[in-house]
């Protein structure tokens, strides 16, 4: 079974520019999640798709993130305009039902987001 | 609200020695579930153990045990002789609010574990 697929891997960019990430999930994982770890933090939940309808996104600071899933399937996250404080580790991951009925969640390899 | 707490920042063992990583957390739920994960230097996230809160049997897997106390809002991770594939950072983290079957984890600050040969 593939992995969930996140690109780009890095990515350097100057502040109030914008950036966008993509995840791929698990095939037939309807419940995708978008985490910001900052460096020497836990992940922290950005936002939270069931399909392509969100079900939790009170963590996104929705002046500058914005994210969607369309058709359910692949997602893409974006900053604009980006801040310092934005630099973080940014991951996916996917689960079949909200994690109920799986064994935990598969996590992407991560987009490490530099702001400079 | 829900927490976790990993007091350990960081911990260092020679090869061999075994290793406990500490993890306490506060929920209301009254079903949770508790997990843990490993982050090598890659970066991913590798899935561990997952636990709910009415099994509080111990597991053993291989080299890896866990200990689960509901009294005590603990759920300790234990590496028994210890390997330098087994520096990283750990995480420990809770789910809850199943009832409605949309979840998120919410996770500790990690416990990074360097093993020295």
């Known amino acids: 079974e593939a992995g969930v697929a996140q690109s780009p891997r890095y990515k350097i960019i100057e502040k109030r520019q914008s950036v966008a990430f993509w995840c791929n999930p698990i095939?037939?994982?309807?419940?995708l999640y978008w985490y910001q770890q900052i460096l020497g933090q836990g992940p922290k939940l950005l936002i939270q798709?069931?399909?392509?309808?969100?079900?939790?996104d009170s963590q996104l600071p929705k002046d500058r993130f914005s994210a969607e899933r369309l058709k359910g399937v692949d997602s893409t996250l974006k900053i604009q305009p980006a801040k310092l404080e934005d630099s973080a580790v940014y991951l996916c991951?996917?689960?079949?039902?909200?994690?109920?009925?799986?064994?935990?969640?598969?996590f992407g390899s991560g987009t490490r987001l530099t702001v400079v | 609200a829900q927490k976790v707490t990993q007091a350990q920042t960081e911990i260092s063992v020679v090869e061999k020695e075994d290793v406990t990583l500490d993890c306490v957390y506060e929920?209301?739920?009254?079903?949770?579930?508790l997990f843990w994960y490993k982050q090598p230097p890659s970066g991913e996230l590798v899935f561990l153990i997952r636990?709910?809160?009415?099994?509080?049997q111990n597991e053993i897997s291989g080299r890896y045990s866990w200990n689960f106390q509901k009294s005590t809002s603990s759920f300790n991770f234990t590496i028994t002789a210890s390997q330098v594939v087994d520096s990283a950072v750990y995480f420990c983290?809770?789910?809850?609010?199943?009832?409605?079957?949309?979840?998120?984890?919410?996770f500790g600050t990690g416990t990074r574990l360097l093993v020295s040969p």
């Open positions: 991951a996917s689960s079949l039902v909200g994690g109920l009925l799986n064994y935990g969640y598969t």
């Open positions: 095939s037939g994982h309807a419940t």
């Open positions: 798709f069931q399909n392509n309808g969100v079900v939790d």
């Open positions: 929920t209301r739920d009254t079903t949770y579930y």
């Open positions: 636990r709910n809160s009415f099994d509080e």
């Open positions: 983290a809770l789910s809850g609010e199943v009832d409605t079957g949309f979840q998120k984890l919410v």
